[in-house]
């Protein structure tokens, strides 16, 4: 036996926490995320003036995707802000790369043939085209069914993840990548999010 006395161990008082330098509570980004994504839809649904859809459109140019990122990125796929925060991650990746998704698309769309209806995208899917159908997509988050934006969304993800395997040029995980976009869009259509804007 020691001769060592015990004492209780010591607690900090209430500034400890406070000199603690960290990021932002996680629990208030999601609540700040959430907020955001229902102001921006209910207030673009609200809105008569037809240039709201467009500044949509263009949120991530304008706020940058990485703003977009820190507040969106993190909210499961079956919230709003979720479900946004995968259209507009959808759109900078067509505008990023069109000439490759419309090859992709191309490739896709014959083995898929019900998603490539649901899409619409002209044929044949050039990368205007491809431009053209998921800004579209976007203005149906001002109007519209919000199910069918993300149906339309899954839709086209599900018809490049086809494209990717068919042209071998993907790897299994850049094939599974889009393949669980489609399904997490295609799910949020059929949740509670989308009933709630029809």
Avoid at 126 to 138: N, Q, Y
């Amino acid at each position: 036996m020691t001769g060592r006395i015990h004492h209780r161990p010591m607690t900090p008082g209430g500034g400890f926490f406070d000199e603690i330098v960290g990021g932002a509570d996680p629990a208030q980004v999601r609540e700040a995320g959430d907020l955001a994504a229902t102001v921006l839809v209910r207030g673009a649904r609200s809105s008569d003036d037809p240039q709201v859809a467009e500044r949509i459109v263009h949120l991530a140019e304008t706020e940058g995707l990485e703003t977009l990122a820190e507040v969106w990125s993190g909210a499961p796929a079956d919230t709003l802000a979720g479900s946004l925060w995968r259209l507009f991650l959808l759109r900078s990746w067509v505008y990023a790369a069109p000439e490759e998704v419309a090859a992709e698309y191309d490739a896709g769309q014959r083995r898929v043939d019900v998603a490539r209806v649901v899409a619409g995208v002209a044929d044949p899917p050039g990368p205007d085209e491809l431009r053209r159908m998921v800004d579209d997509v976007l203005r149906g988050i001002a109007g519209g069914d919000f199910a069918v934006t993300l149906f339309r969304a899954a839709a086209f993800a599900r018809i490049v993840a086809a494209g990717r395997a068919a042209l071998g040029s993907a790897t299994h995980e850049e094939i599974s990548r889009v393949l669980v976009l489609s399904e997490q869009l295609e799910a949020a259509g059929h949740g509670e999010i989308a009933n709630t804007l029809a």
